[in-house]
Nanobody, 129 residues
Framework: VQLQASGGGLVQAGGSLRLSCAAS????????MGWFRQTPGKEREFVSA????????????SVKGRFTITRDNSRDNSNNMMYLQMNSLKPEDMAVYYC???????????????????WGQGTLVTVSS
């Protein structure tokens, strides 16, 4: 399984970005998916997660109400997509964002990084004040 994150960039505070995560390969094994972010010198931080069906989502308190996670499993069996719509961005949202996929929990979004089996390479989000 390979995960490819994209969509990062430079945006002014208050602006919006949409991150995408393309999962390819043996995606039938993938259950919950999530987004994490990391800044230099800090641990990777949970942002949001979504169950396999997309029916259950989870957000960190810092992004709740501003970010929306969705996923599209309707593509062919070897490609799934996950998205993170980020609105009202703040300078403290600036980080490298990583997408991740879990192979154990189908119905419950997972917010613990160690539970995820696959990770994308990260995409940088820069928010100017």
């Amino acid at each position: 399984v390979q995960l490819q994150a994209s969509g990062g960039g430079l945006v002014q505070a208050g602006g919006s970005l949409r991150l995408s995560c393309a999962a390819s390969g043996r995606t039938k094994r993938l259950y919950s998916m999530g987004w994490f972010r990391q800044t230099p010198g800090k641990e990777r931080e949970f942002v949001s997660a979504i169950s396999w069906s997309g029916g259950t989502t989870l957000y960190s308190d810092s992004v709740k109400g501003r970010f929306t996670i969705t996923r599209d499993n309707s593509r062919d069996n070897s490609n799934n997509m996950m998205y993170l719509q980020m609105n009202s961005l703040k300078p403290e949202d600036m980080a490298v964002y990583y997408c991740a996929a879990d192979i154990v929990h189908p119905h419950v979004p997972v917010q613990i990084a160690l539970e995820y089996a696959y990770w994308g390479q990260g995409t940088l989000v820069t928010v100017s004040s």
